[in-house]
């Protein structure tokens, strides 16, 4: 897949804010596959017509930096489009 010039001028800059160190430790600490394994029995699943439920990795990393950063369910969705740092955490790319 091809990187958007935001994802490389992003790539590139030489400082980690302290969202981007932040984040990272959240990541390396967090058991993503046991959390996972909870989880999953809950969501909801694919069935018949309709649109797909968002996939529950991407779901759980929305939570985790919606609680972290204490924002609503639309706030979540700003810091997404607004912070490259947030997006990467998530999972999202906005150029697909």
């Known amino acids: 897949m091809q ?19 932040f984040l990272a430790e959240i990541d390396s600490v967090t058991p993503w596959g046991k959390l996972h394994k909870a989880v999953e029995p809950f969501y909801p699943r694919v069935e018949g017509a309709g649109r797909p439920p ?16 204490g924002l609503s369910d639309e706030g979540i969705e700003d810091a997404i489009y607004d912070s490259q740092s947030i997006r990467a955490f998530v999972g999202i790319d906005l150029g697909r």
Not at 3 to 20: C, G, H, N
Not at 56 to 69: D, G, K
């Open 3 to 21: 990187k958007s010039f935001s994802d490389l001028e992003y790539a590139a800059k030489k400082k980690l804010t302290r969202r981007d160190r």
């Open 54 to 69: 968002v996939g529950l990795a991407r779901m759980l990393r929305m939570y985790v930096a919606q609680q972290c950063f």
